[in-house]
């Protein structure tokens, strides 16, 4: 059967066979044309594609993808129509879909909540597959979305760019932060839920933060090394997009 012979590559997996006559009953599930592409799920990009310090791990790792941070929840859309090669859950992953184009590239969208579609479903641009979530190995609730071409993954946001749309695109779905731009010198009850999930989800750097509610110059040092090992860019200011790749926006 096809779901059980098509899988091969390092982060996500990729088919490398077709469906033989018989194998699926395909059916096609709402949606737009087949040539048409789309933003996933309008959010903040919190860590873009390319080499990074695993925000877990702390190692040096190719990040295949693109992290757009939303409210868990949020609905994911199919970037483009194909044909739903998994639907899926596994411990780093979480749940997770593939969707190989009709017309296009390979997608993979992961950490959801919820999938919305199965294996061997037909789905169109912008059909609703899953919400967003922080399943498997993720420290907050965002999309790690990823474009395969071929047997080869590429940068999502330069694929979209490319097409003349801009990835992750905010939009109603992804709100406004709630939470204030902190820097050293701020203090109060933002400063100390920052402090307190920091020292809760990194120990490795973060085990010895007191959770006073003042920004010092130690708050500044750990959340320097959080936005260094995410890919953010590492000025010790919490902002939105720190916010938002902490899953605390």
Not at 32 to 55: D, E, F
Not at 173 to 191: D, M
Not at 208 to 235: H, I
Request: charged share 20%.
């Amino acid at each position: 059967m096809f779901e059980r012979s098509m899988w091969v590559a390092p982060c996500t997996l990729l088919p490398t066979c077709r469906p033989r006559p018989g194998d699926l009953r395909l059916h096609y599930i709402g949606g737009g044309p087949m040539s048409q592409l789309v933003n996933p799920v309008a959010g903040r990009i919190s860590s873009r594609y390319g080499p990074r310090t695993h925000p877990i791990t702390g190692k040096r790792t190719p990040h295949t993808g693109t992290d757009i941070a939303a409210p868990s929840g949020t609905p994911v859309k199919a970037a483009h129509a194909g044909l739903v090669t998994a639907s899926r859950r596994d411990g780093s992953r979480g749940n997770w879909v593939g969707i190989r184009g009709d017309a296009g590239p390979t997608t993979y969208y992961l950490h959801l909540s919820r999938r919305r579609v199965a294996e061997g479903a037909r789905v169109g641009a912008g059909t609703h597959i899953g919400d967003v979530g922080s399943t498997g190995t993720a420290t907050g609730p965002h999309l790690h979305f990823e474009v395969w071409t071929g047997s080869t993954h590429t940068d999502p946001q330069a694929y979209y760019r490319d097409r003349g749309l801009t990835l992750g695109t905010a939009g109603a779905a992804a709100g406004g932060s709630g939470r204030p731009v902190l820097r050293e010198g701020s203090t109060g009850q933002h400063v100390r839920d920052l402090q307190q999930h920091l020292k809760a989800h990194y120990p490795a750097y973060a085990r010895d933060l007191a959770v006073d509610g003042s920004f010092g110059p130690k708050t500044r040092a750990v959340v320097t090394e959080y936005q260094r090992r995410a890919g953010l860019d590492p000025d010790g200011i919490v902002g939105p997009l720190t916010w938002a790749s902490l899953g605390l926006d």
